[in-house]
């Protein structure tokens, strides 16, 4: 008998997901139905220009808004039938969010910083393991301020893998970052992506950051308008933008 490949499982799903921002005057869709599905253990990144879409389906995916039209669901639970408490679970469960500004607190050190979400999860690493994962082992006791902006976005990523998180979603990792640093944050995505298989989303404005992900989905006025497959992926500190 031959072999069969078996599918990859599905974390995410989105059936005709619209998001209305309606102003009283003029009602603005963010997204206009959009059907997308994410794999396990997959680097995807998500292209398009500004207003395109991304932040605000990564936003409902992560359970941070909510879809005006549309249903979501993270394996076989269905996001839209929660209410904010369950999203609430929902995110601390299973999900580490990434942003362009890193949101660290400045009284706290590195260290200190990661300890706040290790404090209620519950099967963390250790701030210290987090930290290392990054390549910031030397810097546990430094505080935001004494940091470069690639050592704070690094800081904010231990934060964000230490609970453990399914899912990684990440807005903007590298906005606030030249390329030479940036490449720093993208390595250590990479690193978590390939060690742990934890499922990652990165939206980016960059395009060159598109060749190291396993799919690439494009953006254009609230719709998916491609769906790229990379057969061949370039390691991080290859890429420039």
Not at 53 to 72: F, M, P, Q
């Given at each position: ?10 974390v ?11 102003t ?6 963010a997204?206009?139905g ?8 997959e ?6 220009p ?25 394996k076989d639970?269905?996001?839209t039938?929660m ?16 942003f ?12 200190e910083?990661?300890a ?26 430094h505080?935001?301020?004494?940091l470069?902006?690639?050592?704070q976005?690094?800081?904010a990523?231990a ?28 390595e ?10 934890t ?31 990379n057969?061949?992926?370039v ?7």
């Open positions: 008998m031959a072999n069969q490949t078996q599918s990859p499982q599905i995410f799903r989105t059936e005709g997901v619209t998001k209305v921002y309606d009283g005057e003029v009602k603005v869709f997204l206009a959009v059907d997308l599905q994410l794999y396990a253990g680097l995807t990144v998500l292209l398009g500004s207003g395109s879409g991304k932040s605000t389906l990564l936003n409902i995916l992560g359970g941070l808004d909510h879809a005006t039209e549309g249903r979501v669901w993270f639970i269905e996001l039938k209410g904010d408490r369950q999203l609430t679970r929902f995110r601390r469960e299973y999900v580490g969010f990434i362009q500004f890193y949101n660290l607190v400045a009284s706290l050190s590195a260290r910083n990661v706040l979400v290790t404090d209620i999860a519950p099967n963390p690493m250790t701030p210290e393991q987090a930290l290392d994962i990054v390549g910031l082992s030397h810097r546990l006791d505080f935001p301020a004494e470069s902006g690639g050592e976005q690094r800081v990523i934060r964000a893998i230490a609970k453990r998180p399914e899912v990684l979603l990440c807005d903007e990792p590298t906005g606030a970052l030249d390329s030479k640093t940036g490449v720093q944050v993208l250590a995505l990479d690193r978590i992506n390939r060690e742990f298989g499922t990652t989303a990165v939206i980016t404005h960059a395009a060159e950051i598109r060749k190291m992900a396993h799919r690439v989905i494009r953006f254009q006025d609230g719709h998916i308008n491609a769906v790229e497959v057969e061949t992926r390691a991080p500190h290859e890429i420039e933008w």
